[in-house]
């Protein structure tokens, strides 16, 4: 009996191994189980025209006519699931959308880089190259990133009100130089008691109208 019971124990444990390696060589050889990145703005069982642009292909017209309304031929791209109005599942479907390019779309539409390093106050105004991308739910013609020239607009904290007030009250010791970040400025103005208040007159006008602003280049609050 315990001759019999041995040759059983050891089938069984050559059918394990070889299972292990079935599981192994269809793992390794077999489909690819990494999933794609784009899955992750993919919402499972949605709308499918409600899509991300980035879950799905669509067969666009660039001859359309710019301000019209267009229809698009789309098919969500694999691992992405999806459905109807019916909540039936859904791979082709047709999309509605403006015909325009996305560097065309109104400033809602996309988000841009900001650039700390350009003088918001300067004359002329400073610009600088932004990089905007396209916001996920918005669909256009061409790539959805694109290169556009913004007018520097970044602000590194200073209230215009306290600036004014300082100057006011403070400017003939150089108080409001000191506080925009003017050191020399606020030197002149601190051993020249003010230019003998004409200076200190001339900056409450200044900055009254915005004209002197933060040594940084920012914007007021």
């Given amino acids: 009996m315990a001759a019999g019971v041995r040759p059983l124990r050891g089938l069984r444990s050559v059918c394990r191994v ?9 793992l390794s ?5 990494e999933i794609p990145p ?3 703005k993919c919402p499972s069982n949605g709308l499918c025209s409600r899509l991300p642009a980035d879950c799905i ?11 019209k309304p267009v229809t698009f031929d789309c098919t969500v791209k694999p691992s992405v699931t999806c459905v109807d109005q019916d909540f039936k599942s859904q791979k082709n479907f047709i999309i509605n959308m ?3 390019f996305c560097w065309q779309l109104p400033e809602t539409d996309y988000e841009c880089s900001n650039s700390t390093s350009c003088m918001t106050v300067s004359c002329p105004r400073q ?9 996920d739910h918005v669909h256009c013609l061409g790539n959805r990133t ?3 020239m913004l007018y520097c607009n970044w602000t590194g904290g200073y209230k215009w009100s306290t600036a004014l007030a300082l100057s006011i009250t403070l400017g003939g010791f150089g108080a409001d130089r000191f506080y925009l970040g003017q050191w020399r400025e606020g030197l002149g103005k601190l051993f020249s008691f003010g230019g003998l208040g004409i200076w200190t007159l001339i900056d409450v006008l200044l900055i009254g109208v915005g004209y002197v602003g933060p040594a940084d280049g920012s914007l007021y609050i």
């Fill in 38 to 40: 784009y899955v992750m």
């Fill in 18 to 26: 070889l299972l292990f390696l079935s599981q192994f060589c269809i």
């Fill in 57 to 67: 292909d669509c067969t666009t017209n660039f001859s359309c006519i710019y301000g």
């Fill in 98 to 100: 403006t015909c325009r």
């Fill in 146 to 148: 694109f290169p556009k």
């Fill in 29 to 33: 050889g077999g489909e690819s189980t």
């Fill in 127 to 135: 610009r600088y190259t932004a990089n905007c991308t396209v916001r």
